[in-house]
Every structure is written in structure tokens, then in C-alpha cells.
């Protein structure tokens, strides 16, 4: 009998805790990044998060389940640290806890494990938060630097993420004349901005993908066909009405495109297998995010663009298979 396990499927010497380390420290430049302009609020959300996602499966494996107790693999430390990067600083321990038990109880091990999940089970937890305790999970605190000293936010804004106020403001401003009032580019690209601790640096997140690319824990295609889908259309609004729509880099560098688009969307369970069927569903990504932060009733659309998509990918699959084993041998 051949016993074939649940995905991923890597033909080659990797396994799937070297594979999950490698993501670990990929993101530890956006971690160390969130704890200096968030201080130890976030060190202590990336904490707890991370222990929780560990105990739950560590629990559920043992004494539900009753199989090999797995937490090792790395697989349940990645989903507490993308579910940490996905909320405020300031959220209440307890909050964070159910967060948790959601993205493992019921986004992977209800499903059976690693390999099994349908969703990615951090964008679960967090969607379910978002939607449970929507007022903790849209109030975001002001950066702050970890070793004292000041640093001009616009007062403005308070501590609104830059798409929330863009969101907002639009309603009796123009885009140029909010774009006076928020952070430079520059400041987006290097961190210091409102949102959760995996949105306040472009770099540190394109360090860690840049690291996962030469890795080849993950490939090219989901995130530049996301990244790609979002500029395009975002530039094709903005061409057509300046006053009325972001450009393409404010798009790029705010919210959570990056991380979605390297970090999370990438996840090898949860995505197609092949190469094409990986385009469109980065291109089916990017649309939907931009739809919802244009027209939709939230300024940001990357978790649910992403969980969207995932329920997509058993179709995508279907639909763009790759080749068989032997099949042009035969063909010939």
C-alpha cells in the first residue's frame, strides 16, 4: 500500500520544519522592526499569540486527536506570528487568545492538521476577530519608539492607518489633499505608520521575501501576479481620476499587501500547485483587495481577498493541472 500524506509535497532534501523555520526567520526583520516602533506591547502580542497557537494544537493533538504531538514542525509558531502581525498592539490578551484558538481549532486541526486546512488559518483567526470585536481590532495606537525619544506623527490622524483615514477623508477631501496630511512615502516604506505589527515596514518585509525567494521556500508567481494586479489597476483608477483614487505606491507601501502577498498568500496548503494556476490566483487576489479598498465598507481587503481566493484554489487546480508524470513520453 502506498501511503500518500497530506500537502505540501516539496520533491527534493527540505522538510517541513526547515521549511517553517526558514519563514520564521524571515520574519524576524518585521518583528524586530514592530517591537522598536511599537515597543514591548508588541513584543508581548508576538509572545502570547505564538505560545497560544502552540498550546492549542499542543492540546487538541494530545487529547482530541490523540496522534503525534507536532508542534515542532514550526507550522503553529508561523501561524501565531502571522496571526500577531495581523493586530493592533495594544489588543487585549484575552482577545488574542480566541484568536488563536480559531486559526488552529478551527482553521487546521479541524480540518485535520498541517496539509489539510483549506484556509489560511491565520487570515481565519484574524477575519474572525475583525468581525467579533471590531472596535479592539480598528483602534490603533500611535507608533512609539522602543528607546524613548519623539517622532512627528500627523496629528491629523491620530493613530488611523493611512487607508482608514484615506477611507474616511474621501468623503470631503480630495486624495492631494490627504496625501498632505499623512506620512511620507519614506515613512511607509520604513515603518513608522498606525496599523497591526505586520503593516509598519515595506522593507524589513521585503528582506524576509527576498530571503524566501533564494530559499525557494516560496516562488515568484503569487506574489508578483498580486503585487502586479494591484498596481495596474490601482494606476488605471488613478489615471482616470487623481482627485478620487490613491496612486499606485500608496497602494503598494500601506495596509497589508506585502505581507499578505509574500507571507500569507504564498502558503503552500492553501494555494495552487501549479505555476499558472499561482498567477490567477495572485491576479484573483489583487482585484479583490483593491475592490474592497476602493468600494468596499473597510479601508483594507488583503485577508479577506486572500481567504477568498483560497476557496478558489481547489477549482484552480482542476482547472490548470500539471503535466503527468510520463504523459509527453506517452504523448510521443
Not at 485535520?112 to 484574524?126: E, H, I, S, W
Not at 483608477?237 to 487623481?242: F, K, V
Not at 484573483?284 to 486572500?306: H, K, N, Q
Amino acid at each position: 500500500m502506498l501511503t500518500v500524506s497530506g500537502s505540501p509535497h516539496v520533491h527534493g532534501d527540505s522538510s517541513v520544519k526547515k521549511i517553517m523555520y526558514t519563514v520564521v526567520f524571515a520574519m524576524v526583520p518585521a518583528m524586530l522592526v514592530s517591537v522598536y516602533f511599537f515597543g514591548l506591547d508588541a513584543l508581548r502580542v508576538l509572545v502570547i499569540s505564538s505560545l497560544a497557537c502552540l498550546f492549542f494544537e499542543w492540546l487538541i493533538q494530545k487529547y482530541l486527536i490523540k496522534g503525534p504531538v507536532t508542534i515542532n514542525d514550526g507550522s503553529a509558531l508561523v501561524t501565531g506570528i502571522l496571526l500577531a502581525f495581523n493586530v493592533p498592539s495594544d489588543l487585549p490578551a484575552w482577545i488574542l487568545i480566541v484568536g488563536a484558538f480559531i486559526a488552529i481549532g478551527m482553521a487546521k486541526m479541524s480540518f485535520g492538521g498541517l496539509g489539510k486546512n483549506p484556509f489560511n488559518p491565520a487570515l481565519v483567526g484574524r477575519v474572525f476577530l475583525l468581525i467579533s470585536f471590531p472596535v479592539q481590532m480598528t483602534s490603533w495606537p500611535e507608533p512609539r519608539l522602543l528607546f524613548g525619544g519623539t517622532a512627528s506623527y500627523p496629528d491629523a490622524m491620530g493613530g488611523a492607518t493611512p487607508l482608514a483615514f484615506l477611507k474616511e477623508g474621501l468623503k470631503n477631501n480630495s486624495v492631494p489633499e490627504l496625501m498632505e496630511k499623512m506620512p511620507d512615502m519614506m515613512s511607509n516604506l520604513i515603518g513608522f505608520i498606525g496599523g497591526s505589527l505586520g503593516e509598519v515596514s515595506a522593507v524589513a518585509l521585503l528582506l524576509g521575501a527576498v530571503y524566501m525567494l533564494i530559499k525557494k521556500v516560496i516562488s515568484w508567481h503569487i506574489p508578483v501576479a498580486y503585487i502586479g494586479s494591484v498596481l495596474i489597476f490601482t494606476g488605471i483608477l488613478w489615471l482616470i481620476d487623481p482627485n478620487a483614487y490613491a496612486d499606485p505606491m500608496f497602494h503598494l507601501l500601506t495596509g497589508g499587501l506585502i505581507l499578505g502577498a509574500f507571507f500569507m498568500a504564498t502558503d503552500m496548503v492553501s494555494s495552487p500547485i501549479s505555476p499558472m494556476g499561482q498567477i490567477i490566483f495572485g491576479i484573483g487576489c489583487g482585484v479583490i483587495t483593491i475592490l474592497i479598498r476602493v468600494w468596499g465598507a473597510y479601508p483594507e481587503g488583503v485577508s479577506f481577498a486572500i481567504l477568498i481566493m483560497n476557496a478558489f484554489t481547489p477549482l484552480i487546480n482542476l482547472g490548470f493541472k500539471p503535466k503527468r508524470f510520463g504523459e509527453k513520453l506517452k504523448a510521443a
